[in-house]
């Protein structure tokens, strides 16, 4: 329990780093304005007397709020933790390596990492059943009461920081923000289903026993058998399905390779499964 804990606190940690390492180092020089309260920040910043990181940590701290409302105590101290770290680094960051322009003349190589950073952290946190805070928390109010996906609600709530940076800056700078924004959100939900990934056997054989005991004794899953019945020779099949991880889906493929090369095996890509051993509802 303490080890799923301590993993647990690590990824909060780690992802808020790299969302944080992003937004500071690529976001915020570039007056990039996609992403949430960190590119309403940059907007408020030119009209107030205060930093973008402080402006992020006030607005972080009045959406917070609304996490608890919508998702209780659970999510909300996972959230505060996030946020408050979040607005801590990018505080301590200004303090310790003042930034007055890009790191480099690339403006596209820095929406690239202005992108990647955030996103990868947003997912994991998403993956967790936390945020960062800020428009996050509106997305995932959005995702819960809604059909709408993370990335879309993402996509939603940013639009109008988006569009406000080619009045206040120009065009070009929103014209990077829009495309931003939307890469961003797609990547989201590319991570998350990733992390999920998983791959589904379908496996048409005429003998099942040596599969399904290679399933259940050495990758520790289970697995459904179906009496069938072969519609062209007309002789009686068994269908086997069954869920396993990429590694473990790399392993029942070489034992039936192996010991059944004559069986019919369908493989495809799943991210949702809600059952014993995976997810549940």
Not at 45 to 54: C, E, G, L, N, T
Request: hydrophobic share 50%; net charge positive.
């Amino acid at each position: 329990m303490l080890l799923k804990k301590g993993k647990w606190f690590f990824l909060l940690t780690i992802s808020t780093v790299l969302m944080a390492v992003g937004v500071y180092f690529f976001k915020f020089p570039n007056n990039f304005t996609f992403g949430g309260v960190t590119g309403l920040a940059v907007i408020v910043a030119q009209f107030i007397p205060m930093s973008a990181s402080d402006i992020s940590f006030w607005m972080n701290m009045l959406l917070l709020a609304l996490g608890f409302a919508f998702f209780g105590k659970k999510f909300g101290a996972k959230t505060a933790y996030t946020s408050i770290l979040l607005s801590v680094l990018l505080s301590l960051f200004e303090r310790i390596y003042p930034m007055s322009g890009p790191l480099t003349n690339e403006p596209m190589l820095e929406l690239c990492f202005a992108i990647a950073l955030p996103a990868v952290g947003s997912a994991i946190l998403f993956n967790l059943g936390a945020s960062s805070g800020g428009t996050d928390v509106i997305a995932m109010i959005l995702k819960k009461y809604t059909s709408v996906n993370i990335g879309s609600a993402l996509l939603i709530s940013d639009i109008v920081a988006a569009a406000a940076t080619c009045v206040i800056f120009d065009i070009k700078t929103g014209l990077y923000a829009f495309l931003g924004l939307t890469v961003k959100s797609f990547m989201i939900d590319g991570i998350i289903e990733n992390i999920h990934l998983c791959k589904y056997f379908t496996v048409v054989c005429s003998d099942p026993d040596p599969i399904c005991h290679f399933i259940i004794e050495e990758l520790n899953r289970s697995a459904t058998k179906v009496e069938a019945t072969g519609a062209f020779s007309g002789q009686e099949k068994h269908i086997v399905n069954t869920v396993l991880s990429r590694t473990e889906s790399v392993k029942l493929r070489n034992f039936i390779k192996m010991t059944q090369p004559s069986a019919f095996i369908l493989i495809s890509n799943t991210s949702e499964i809600i059952g014993k051993g995976f997810h549940s509802i």
